[in-house]
């Protein structure tokens, strides 16, 4: 059987005219999972089918082992969310906010309570919580919304651009946060967002999103641990150094006093005879690997059939 915890056939999700899902084809593993993309990409749609606050235009989609279009509730009541928007009540206190909507995933009141307090402790806001919201910063209501999303001891948390309106300093603490909920409490997590660093800070697994489907889908490590190539950093005379290369058979790339070489062989005895015959001083050697970012605007780049 898979271990999928969301697994979606040829899904297509349409808005009157406006396609914004054109045939999804993804398995999401356990873990903290990246669903990467460009803004408009189709991430909070996929999402919300997910959710099952919307019915798709087509496919086949299961979470959790079951299809959220026909047993939404129950889908549900396993999967915490915190939306991308940040319009909580003002006049509420966040651990009545929080205590509500463990309420609503079928905790008992008095269950809720002690799990909302737990939550907000957990996030960083045990001495905040009895505080209205709408006298809270933007970082503040960020945690109250992931409060909100692990109370009720989900199996699956999904959460959208949870950095969105954070300073640097407040985006590191929420990162940190993701990923000690994602791995001490063993809960599986989708993190939606546009942005490459806290992907490839947190995320176990990543499936970049670009025109409505999916181009690419695996482990962190295996999008971005290929070897393509050899850096080498000289001093001066990389004109003479990567004219040794090219009689060598080696493909060159000049970026400034940076050379990046690709080819057969043995590409690291190459480099280093080249830089000793231009007899030039050497600053770097190493592999060139692929980057989530190289991988992100390959795919955002290719035609979508």
């Known amino acids: 059987m898979s271990s999928a915890i969301i697994s ?55 979470v959790l082992g079951e299809d959220p279009e026909r047993s939404g509730a129950s889908v549900r009541a396993h999967i915490g969310y915190a939306p991308e928007h940040h319009n909580l009540p003002p006049d509420v206190q966040a651990a009545d906010l929080v205590r509500h909507l463990a309420q609503l995933h079928g905790l008992p009141r008095r269950t809720a309570n002690e799990r909302a307090s737990d939550a907000l402790w957990q996030v960083g806001l045990g001495e905040e919580r009895f505080r209205p919201i709408g006298t809270m910063s933007t970082g503040q209501r960020q945690r109250v919304k992931l409060a909100a999303a692990i109370a009720h ?26 990923r000690r909920i994602g791995s001490d409490f063993g809960i599986d997590i989708v993190l939606s967002s546009h942005l490459l660093d806290e992907v490839d800070r947190v995320c176990d697994n990543v499936i970049i999103v670009a025109g409505g489907v999916v181009s ?67 600053r770097r050697l190493g592999d060139r690997q692929v980057t989530l970012e190289d991988v ?5 780049h290719e035609p979508v059939a």
């Open 216 to 282: 690419r889908a695996g482990s962190l490590e295996e999008l971005r641990g290929a070897v393509t190539g050899l850096v080498i950093e000289v001093d001066d005379g990389i004109e003479g150094v990567a004219r040794q290369l090219v009689a060598a058979g080696c493909t060159v790339e000049r970026d400034g006093m940076r050379l990046v070489i690709t080819g057969d062989g043995a590409l690291h005895d190459l480099a280093r005879d080249a830089v000793a015959d231009a007899g030039v001083g050497l």
């Open 8 to 62: 979606a056939r040829g899904v297509t999700k349409h808005w009157g005219s406006n396609v914004a899902l054109a045939g999804v084809d993804v398995d999401v593993e356990p873990g903290v999972t990246g669903l990467l993309g460009s803004n408009g990409a189709g991430k909070t749609t996929f999402l919300s089918l997910v959710l099952g606050l919307h019915r798709r235009t087509a496919g086949e989609l299961l």
């Open 153 to 178: 001891d989900p199996k699956l948390v999904l959460l959208d651009e949870p950095t969105d309106g954070l300073d640097p300093v407040q985006r590191d603490d929420m990162l940190a946060l993701i």
């Open 296 to 300: 992100f605007l390959e795919a955002n």
